[in-house]
């Protein structure tokens, strides 16, 4: 019994590198429209962000509004692949 506990291990961090490497191109993309929506300077023009709230205040906001945009595009893209393979 104490000689499978070592294979266990082995063979869970095996599926859990697997499921990293096949997430990755997700994550990445992910990760960097997160970043990329919270830039308020992406967004706004320069009078916009100089004259906006402090960046400690306005960088939640601006991340949820990127991670919404993400979720709706994402579900607009699902629903015209679904679509799709309907026809």
Not at 11 to 40: E, G
């Amino acid at each position: 019994m104490e000689r499978h506990r070592g294979w266990a291990l082995l063979i869970v961090l095996v599926a859990l590198a697997i499921v990293a490497y096949l997430a990755r191109d997700a994550l990445t993309q992910y990760f960097s429209s997160v970043t990329a929506a919270s830039r308020p300077q992406d967004r706004l023009p320069p009078a916009a962000v100089d004259a906006a709230a402090t960046p400690a205040q306005r960088a939640p906001v601006e991340r949820a509004r990127g991670a919404e945009a993400m979720v709706l595009e994402r579900a607009q893209e699902g629903a015209r692949h679904v679509d799709e393979q309907a026809r």
